[in-house]
């Protein structure tokens, strides 16, 4: 099992550890519900060191990228982040993605933790061909996501780098708490805040003078949680190698204007499903179970739980085309027993 550089600062914060991702990492501090409130209500942290980091570098690395990923990399400026996802060849998704602008021939790919030999072997296929050379650097970094609507406030006095007039998806180099760090505008939580990429070593200190400024430790448990609230997929569950993004919420990365890997498999796929949220009463839904109408199957759920914001269950799940509009009214099977439920547009929390 790997820890993180972050692993004893954990230890020291009484965390509960899990394995995750081939990792051991914190799942709570105190408790799930108030950690999610605290990122709701003031600023919170998460060690998500775990994540994959690759470098795309060369004169061929927008072409690469293009081809490599869903969303427009051409519309990147240096300094700029856009979310994506990398196509397989049958209409699926390898991972979801974020690509960073760093330089002119630069970029910084972030991926997920339990696809990282997955996607870095996808990409090396992928890249014969192209003028770009591709470096593994998921050893390399610690990261820190700082989330919650006094996120930038906090951080604001550990550093001299302005942080309030930067926009979403922006990225750039600063000091904080002394410490050169990547900051960027992103996060996984649907609240304003930063994510912070550390060398290891500077690690420790960074996420100690966080703490001594207030912000709280929070665990994967209320990352999964917020993410769910705002409606964000989490690969392996909304997405997957055999799931097509064009039946979700998120097609929107999809730009067919430009060739990609498994173009052709991607838009000839029919949505005979579609993924959507489910508000449902009187019980916490939970990944696979089925969602019925009229006593008939109609689908199944990739993810839910109990919304501390909302007190209600939320989830996330695959339904009948023609049963995915906004207002149609579900059922999810509990224990058993029927729960009614409703498809709802996300985020189920506006934030």
Not at 185 to 199: L, P
Request: charged share 25%; net charge negative.
């Amino acid at each position: 099992m790997k820890t993180t550089p972050l692993h004893q600062a954990h230890l020291a914060q009484g965390a509960r550890m899990v394995p995750f991702a081939g990792y051991e990492m914190p799942i709570q501090y105190t408790s799930i519900t108030s950690e999610h409130l605290a990122v709701r209500g003031l600023v919170g942290m998460f060690d998500v060191s775990h994540m994959g980091e690759f470098w795309i570098r060369g004169p061929g690395a927008l072409d690469f990228l293009q081809y490599a990923t869903l969303n427009d990399v051409s519309k990147l400026k240096e300094g700029r982040a856009q979310y994506s996802m990398l196509p397989n060849a049958r209409g699926g998704v390898v991972d979801d993605i974020y690509v960073y602008r760093t330089g002119e021939q630069e970029y910084l790919m972030v991926v997920n933790a339990a696809n990282i030999e997955k996607d870095w072997g996808h990409l090396q296929r992928l890249a014969e061909g192209f003028a770009v050379e591709l470096k593994n650097a998921s050893d390399l970094f610690a990261l820190i996501a700082v989330q919650g609507p006094n996120a930038v406030a906090v951080m604001q006095k550990l550093t001299d780098t302005d942080l309030a007039s930067r926009k979403k998806n922006d990225t750039f180099m600063g000091k904080l708490a002394g410490k050169w760090v990547r900051f960027a505008r992103t996060g996984y939580t649907g609240e304003d805040g930063y994510e912070v990429f550390i060398a290891p070593e500077d690690a420790q200190a960074v996420w100690e003078a966080l703490l001594a400024a207030g912000v709280t430790p929070c665990g994967l448990g209320a990352r999964d949680t917020l993410r769910l609230e705002a409606g964000f997929p989490l690969y392996g569950h909304e997405l997957t190698d055999e799931t097509n993004p064009r039946c979700t919420p998120f097609s929107w990365v999809v730009k067919d204007q430009k060739e990609f890997f498994g173009k052709s498999a991607m838009l000839q796929g029919v949505c005979e499903r579609r993924l959507v949220g489910l508000l449902v009463e009187g019980g916490i839904p939970r990944e696979g179970y089925r969602v019925l109408r009229d006593g008939r199957e109609v689908g199944f759920l990739t993810s839910g739980t109990h919304s501390p914001v909302l007190k209600k269950g939320i989830g996330m799940g695959y339904v009948e085309a023609d049963l995915s509009d906004p207002g149609t009214p579900l059922e999810v099977e509990i224990r058993g027993k029927m729960a009614a439920a409703t498809v709802t547009e996300t985020p189920f929390v506006k934030l």
